[in-house]
């Protein structure tokens, strides 16, 4: 599903127009029914430790539409090192179409693996958060779960029920890099409504090693991909801008 902007939504995102946010990746998954691995994002910039014209690294059972193919561990990265003195917006829209246990997961990480459970080593996630198909399926029962140390360590089980029976929605991860030591946040929108904030943010005391950006789909879980966006701001007070841009609330650049 594409989710749409409210009119709410639209005016907010308009007061926020003249913020720098700067998209550093957009993919939309309009793509030609290939596989993902060495295409190019819709949009790719070297501001804020992106790479202009990087190309997905990613597992084969990932489409260019967003759809997971195969029931097994499936994973998609881009390369991003992160820079002091911004604010990161790591967004991704799915929909987990099975009632299973097994999740989407979004995150940053410091390696990449594409057939691993995003939690493993050695791709050191953190920060980084897991969304499942169905909170009853797990204990302690929790569709969302978010994560500010590598091998999920840090948990944080958010225990909602709004996605019921399978997830839906944007899930994002906000990476505050303008103070001494780096803080993280993590939000969730549901179509057509406003991000909500999962938990507390956390500020690290050892900030993480992150060479990349990515998503994966755990085991069985099936269901599709249909935007990921990295997005950089400059000051603290506009990392809204980066949400909405993330949520899809600000317009996004689409293949011709």
């Known amino acids: 599903m594409k989710y749409q902007s409210s009119y709410a939504a639209c005016v ?5 127009a003249s913020l720098p946010a700067v998209t550093v990746y957009q993919e939309n998954f309009v793509g030609g029914n290939s596989t993902l691995q060495g295409q ?26 967003g759809v997971k193919s195969a029931n097994a561990d499936s994973n998609a990265f881009l390369p ?16 987990i179409t099975n009632v299973t246990n097994s999740y989407f997961a979004l995150g940053f990480t410091n390696a990449t693996n594409t057939g691993i459970p995003f939690a493993n080593a050695p791709l050191n996630a953190s920060p980084w958060g897991l969304l499942r198909g ?5 204990s302690p029962a929790s569709e969302l779960v978010t994560f500010s140390g590598t091998n999920a360590t840090g948990r944080n089980d958010i225990p909602t029920s709004f996605l019921n029976p399978a997830g839906e929605g944007i899930f994002s991860i906000v990476l505050d890099t303008t103070s001494t030591f780096w803080k ?13 904030q999962l938990g507390s943010t956390f500020t690290y005391t050892t900030n993480p090693t992150i060479s990349h950006v990515g998503f994966g789909g755990r085991g069985n879980a099936v269901g599709t991909v249909s935007s990921f966006s990295l997005v950089a701001v400059p000051e603290p007070t506009s990392a809204l801008a980066g949400i909405l841009l993330g949520a899809g609330l600000l317009r996004r650049k689409r293949r011709p």
Do not use: C, E, I, K
Request: no cysteine.
């Open 80 to 95: 991003f090192t992160p820079q002091n003195g911004l604010v990161y917006t790591l967004s991704m829209g799915m929909d």
């Open 12 to 16: 907010w995102a308009l007061t926020l």
């Open 184 to 196: 993280a946040s993590w939000f969730f929108t549901l179509p057509a409504s406003s991000p909500t």
């Open 134 to 138: 169905d909170q009853t399926l797990f």
């Open 40 to 65: 190019t994002p819709d949009t790719t910039s070297n501001f804020g430790g992106g790479t202009s014209g990087a190309t997905w690294t990613s597992s084969s059972n990932w489409s260019d539409t």
